[in-house]
């Protein structure tokens, strides 16, 4: 059950470590600027909201059908 969260995670902290590196890599003597950076624009597009979002109003509203084209 907790597979997929775990899975999640993990590739999730794994990634961060990559990016880090990176940042230190392209920014020799700026490490904590790159890395700063990095962060903010990861933080930034996780709160772009969803392309498909569903008011969540209309969910009070009963069953509903989502039809993709």
């Keep these: ?10 590739s999730y902290v794994a990634l961060g470590g990559v990016l880090i590196a990176w940042a230190a890599a392209t920014l020799p003597g700026r490490e904590p600027a790159g890395t700063a950076a990095l962060f903010i624009v990861l933080v930034l597009g996780q ?13 009070l509203s009963g069953p509903r059908v989502i039809m993709e084209p």
């Design 47 to 59: 709160a772009q909201p969803p392309s498909r979002a569903v008011p969540a109003t209309s969910l």
């Design 1 to 10: 059950m907790y597979l997929g969260g775990t899975l999640f995670g993990g």
